[in-house]
């Protein structure tokens, strides 16, 4: 049967495997939609981690503050 979804291989060391099979029985749904979960949580905090980065680098003492108001007033 056809699907829009992205399929992928992955080898999955025993030590996971299990793992995942185990959350996967606990939670009453197929592996593959359990490592897809989890992929999609790893990546929000990839995205998290990045974004946070990102906001480090650009808060530095010198950098200038405005207030929410202000901010708002100038966007809209």
Same mark, same amino acid.
């Given at each position: 049967?056809?699907t829009n979804k992205k399929r992928i291989n992955i080898t999955?060391?025993? +030590?996971?495997?299990?793992?995942?099979?185990?959350?996967?029985?606990?939670?009453? %749904?197929?592996? !593959?939609? =359990?490592?897809?979960?989890?992929?999609?949580?790893?990546?929000?905090?990839?995205?998290?981690?990045?974004? &946070? =980065?990102? !906001?480090?680098?650009?808060?530095? =003492? =010198? &950098?200038?503050?405005? &207030? +929410?108001?202000?901010?708002?007033?100038? %966007?809209?």
């Amino acid at each position: 049967m056809p699907t829009n979804k992205k399929r992928i291989n992955i080898t999955l060391p025993n +030590h996971i495997a299990i793992f995942l099979e185990e959350i996967a029985l606990r939670d009453d %749904v197929p592996q !593959a939609t =359990k490592a897809a979960e989890l992929l999609e949580r790893a990546l929000e905090l990839e995205e998290d981690t990045f974004f &946070s =980065k990102a !906001a480090d680098e650009i808060d530095t =003492k =010198k &950098s200038e503050f405005i &207030s +929410h108001n202000d901010f708002w007033s100038k %966007v809209l």
